[in-house]
């Protein structure tokens, strides 16, 4: 029997910037594009978990924009960090009742930051939402989320788009990005100073690995966008639908792909 083609898909961290890779799933699926493993960072990995679990793309940013899960947050009183991500549990409970990675309905890893031994660690089985939270733990904003005994942080640090746990598995990989940057002419002011070096140092690794992809999809002038501007959520999903129809047009390959990997799954 002809094994079936693998797709594999790595999404990167970018806050509410990564409700982008929801229009980018929608748009991949309407052409028959569906993922045979997920790896995410941060918001991808969270955007990964999801739709691995069975959520429609529409049914995510619906989930996102009801629920202001910011009121989840609550102040830390610690050297390592201002507020605690602990409340955050509860309401990944709501969507992701099982925890465990084995009952996704699609493979999922997610990266995160080992901050003591300065490594990526890539979590793919057992417990599901602590890693989550550990891989968009935004450091010196919350508190490390710790796992067994080790201390983790946002995985985008050291890698925001993993391909890695795609290579090897995956017949394609396409990686996506919610950070581009726009020439900027005029730095307002230090937190605009601040927010554009840190998307330039996490684009760096991006683009370290984006040879690694055979498609790479970027919608244009994300960056511009700020970490938790959730009132922006409907544009950036269609940001991220419209970049990959137009990726698609401009490589009609995709569509035979799409076709391709329709008729695997028919065998």
């Known amino acids: 029997m002809k094994s079936k083609l693998k797709i594999g898909i790595a999404l990167s961290g970018g806050g509410v910037r990564g409700i982008s890779h929801l229009g980018v799933l929608k748009a991949l699926v ?3 594009i569906t993922p045979t493993k997920i790896s995410g960072t941060s918001a991808g990995a969270i ?9 429609t793309p529409e049914e995510i940013l619906k989930i996102i924009v009801e629920t202001n899960y910011f009121k989840f947050m609550r102040p830390a009183i610690s050297l390592t960090g201002i507020l605690k991500m602990d409340a955050m549990e509860s309401l990944f409970k709501i969507y992701l009742d099982h925890n465990d990675f084995s009952k996704l309905k699609t493979p999922l890893t997610v990266a995160a930051t080992d901050i003591k031994r300065g490594k990526v660690k890539y979590f793919s089985e057992g417990e599901l939402i602590k890693p989550i939270m550990a ?8 508190d490390p989320i710790v796992i067994g005994n080790r201390y983790f942080v946002d995985g985008g640090i ?4 993993p391909v890695e746990p795609l290579e090897g598995f995956c017949d394609y990989v396409i990686g996506v990005n919610c950070n581009q940057l726009p020439e900027e002419s005029n730095i307002r002011n230090m937190k605009n100073l601040i927010e554009r070096s840190v998307i330039m140092a996490m684009n760096y690794n991006v683009y370290s690995r984006k040879d690694k992809c055979d498609y790479f999809i970027e919608a244009p002038g994300l960056g511009k966008y700020g970490v938790f501007d959730i009132k922006k959520a409907p544009e950036l999903f269609q940001a991220g639908y419209e ?4 990726m698609i047009e401009e490589n009609p390959e995709l569509l035979d792909l799409g076709a391709k990997k329709q008729k695997a ?3």
């Not at 955007?47 to 959520?55: F, I, S």
């Not at 050291?158 to 788009?161: A, D, E, I, P, R």
């Open 158 to 161: 050291l890698n925001n788009l």
């Open 30 to 32: 309407e052409v028959g």
């Open 135 to 142: 891989s968009s733990c935004i450091p010196g904003m919350f």
């Open 243 to 246: 970049e990959t129809m137009k």
């Open 47 to 55: 955007v990964g978990a999801m739709y691995c679990q069975g959520y």
């Open 265 to 267: 799954e028919k065998v």
